[in-house]
């Protein structure tokens, strides 16, 4: 079964710098989906990134980025310019491309609450 | 609708009753999602419904917890004998059937329950 781990349970950044979050996995599968999501005082869980395990290449949506480092079992979440907006918990997510029933099934890691400062 | 609608919102109950979350996924999305997330916890796979096939019931903590999913839309969280340990909010999600492509889950915004 495959683990998410997010080793920082909070973290905190002033506002318009940068912060770094955290995420390792374990798996045994080549080929998989990453995501960070998002989770607001609201509850409601925002997808921000995600990333499939076959592209080499960084994704990148606006002020976010990810640093996927494959053979590390690595999976980090860059904030830019970081906004008052950003405060939430963040959750790193895994999902198997297998098929069978639990085909779509994310596994979550921990979350890591985020904190701007003004 | 426009997004994924469960209900709700909050629930407070008293030790030893039955609940019932509903969840209203997103029109069009055959698969379906229930997660439970505890206070300080991350989030707790509990059932996932695709179309017409079984559902993966791995996730549900006890015979306590039970779902249905009628005509393929609206779906039920049942929990039977409530107990103190089953307070957290209920999450659902929604998406297209899986493809190919990366599945994007869409989450509703939870019902939270507190079982006194």
């Known amino acids: 079964a495959q683990t998410v781990t997010q080793s920082q349970p909070e973290m905190s950044v002033q506002e318009a710098e940068t912060v770094t979050l955290s995420c390792t996995y374990d798996?045994?599968?080549?080929?998989?989906?990453l995501f960070w999501y998002k989770q607001p005082p609201s509850r409601q869980m925002i997808l921000v990134i995600r990333q499939e395990a076959y592209k080499q290449q960084n994704a990148t949506e606006n002020r976010f980025s990810v640093n996927f480092q494959k053979a590390a079992k690595s999976f980090s979440l860059k904030i830019s310019d970081s906004q008052l907006g950003d405060a939430a918990m963040y959750f790193c997510a895994y999902r198997s491309v297998a098929g069978g029933t639990s085909y779509g099934k994310l596994t979550f890691g921990q979350g890591t609450i985020l904190t701007v400062h003004p | 609708g426009a997004g994924v609608s469960q209900s709700p919102s909050n629930k407070v109950t008293e030790k030893g009753k039955d609940v019932e979350l509903r969840c209203d996924p997103i029109?069009?999305?055959?698969?379906l999602y229930w997660y439970r997330q505890s206070l300080g916890q991350g989030l707790e796979f509990l059932i996932y419904?695709?179309?017409?096939?079984?559902?993966?019931k791995s996730g549900l903590p006890s015979d306590r917890f039970s779902a249905e999913r009628t005509g393929g839309s609206v779906s039920t969280l049942t929990i039977q004998r409530t107990q103190q340990e089953d307070s957290a909010v209920y999450l659902c999600a929604s998406s297209f059937r899986p493809s190919s492509g990366a599945n994007v889950l869409t989450f509703g915004a939870g019902s939270r329950l507190t079982v006194l």
């Open positions: 029109s069009g999305h055959t698969a």
């Open positions: 798996t045994s599968e080549s080929d998989y989906y």
């Open positions: 419904f695709q179309g017409n096939s079984a559902p993966d």
